[in-house]
């Protein structure tokens, strides 16, 4: 399989997050999603967004993938400030740049397909081609080109949602919670998965409350109440200065 298209600098982070903040508007007042978050997300690495429920995972990891505007602050994509990213521009991001993988293993998958159809399915929606047995052979899903989503087990079936991503050749991989709903056997073959697409030099970016998969990433960026928790965690991204760096075209 060739690999995926690299970013343009590997020097400079994927995202690159100043002050950054997210409120939402709800009926009783303002609920706040991140606040004041500053940190760099690097390339060719497995970031782990970690926190107790409710601590801001979901809303930092939906910022990364483009769907969550900011209320305060700024981030940066491959360099190029999201807010100047067009309509257009981002569509195609998120076609060729940003695979997404839920939390949820069916969520993944289009169950009217089977399992080679779905991995052709997401190649096309990207527009490249794949072969699927290539694919199921690195997840250890051998022989069931032909079989159904539904008879796979959950793990089974979230290992194929990220060979989904592998089949759609994005660089980078953003993972809501992908072990929660999955037995300890089942979450270690998908943390499997998952680092095995980090040693391909995937940038890849989980949230999660998996002890075992927070043990395996770095940077892991801890959050509490929407906030970065400094000093405890292992080689925490989080930034002290903010230098001025000049954006460029995103591809
Ligand atoms: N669409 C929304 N409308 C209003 N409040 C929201 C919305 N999404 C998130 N929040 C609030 O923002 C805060 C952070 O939520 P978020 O889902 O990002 O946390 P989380 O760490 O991912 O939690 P969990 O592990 O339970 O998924 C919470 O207080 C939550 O209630």
Not at 200 to 226: M, Q, Y
């Amino acid at each position: 399989m060739s690999e995926p298209p690299r970013p343009a600098a590997a020097d400079r982070p994927a995202f690159r997050l100043r002050s950054a903040g997210v409120d939402y508007v709800t009926p009783t007042g303002t609920a706040t999603g991140i606040r004041d978050v500053t940190i760099d997300i690097p390339h060719a690495a497995m970031t782990v967004l970690a926190g107790p429920s409710g601590s801001g995972k979901s809303t930092l990891l939906r910022v990364l993938g483009l769907v969550e505007p900011l209320t305060a602050g700024s981030v940066e994509f491959d360099g190029t400030d999201v807010d100047r990213i067009d309509a257009r521009m981002r569509r195609t991001l998120l076609r060729r740049r940003l695979g997404l993988v839920f939390q949820n293993p069916v969520d993944n998958l289009l169950p009217a397909l089977s399992v080679g159809e779905n991995l052709r399915a997401a190649a096309e929606s990207a527009g490249q081609d794949c072969v699927p047995e290539e694919i199921l052979a690195e997840l250890g899903l051998d022989g069931t080109t032909s079989w159904r989503i539904g008879v796979l087990s959950g793990g089974q079936q979230q290992r194929l949602a990220f060979g989904c991503v592998l089949a759609r050749r994005t660089d980078i991989v953003l993972a809501d919670e992908p072990t929660s709903q999955l037995d300890k056997a089942s979450a270690e073959s998908v943390i499997a998965v998952v680092r095995d697409l980090e040693r391909r030099g995937l940038t890849v970016v989980v949230t999660s409350h998996d002890p075992a998969l927070i043990a395996v990433g770095s940077p892991v960026v801890r959050l509490h109440d929407g906030v970065v928790e400094t000093g405890a965690q292992t080689t925490v991204a989080a930034v002290e200065t903010v230098e001025e760096v000049p954006s460029d075209d995103t591809r």
